[in-house]
Nanobody, 119 residues
Framework: QVQLVESGGGSVQPGGSLRLSCATS????????MGWYRQAPGKQRELVAG???????NYADSVKGRFTISRDNAKNTVYLQMNSLKPEDTAVYYC?????????????WGQGTQVTVSS
């Protein structure tokens, strides 16, 4: 059974920092592209940051220079370090694992963790 479990969300003042973690089980973690997405009320889910199995990263323009995605293949965990948080970063953050193998696409989601940035 595949599980993605996010943690580390919470409430923080503007300018503050949070570190999200996503612990996975049931997948060969090192072979998956991992991503963090977010969804604010009334908005579509959007990609925040992604990291390939080889460690190549990409970021949404809105978080470049503030957020850092990383992975620890020994711990089957992906992280999102969020600095200089802004109110517009408020959203539910979701962890995603995906992989294409032959004709099959494997796509798994966590349950989400709330991040609230407010003074």
């Amino acid at each position: 059974q595949v599980q993605l479990v996010e943690s580390g969300g919470g409430s923080v003042q503007p300018g503050g920092s949070l570190r999200l973690s996503c612990a996975t089980s049931g997948i060969i973690f090192s072979t998956y592209v991992m991503g963090w997405y977010r969804q604010a009320p009334g908005k579509q889910r959007e990609l925040v940051a992604g990291i390939t199995s080889g460690g190549v990263t990409n970021y949404a323009d809105s978080v470049k220079g503030r957020f850092t995605i990383s992975r620890d293949n020994a711990k089957n965990t992906v992280y999102l370090q969020m600095n200089s948080l802004k109110p517009e970063d408020t959203a539910v953050y979701y962890c995603n694992a995906r992989r294409r193998h032959g004709f099959y696409d494997y796509d798994y989601w966590g349950q989400g963790t709330q991040v609230t940035v407010s003074s």
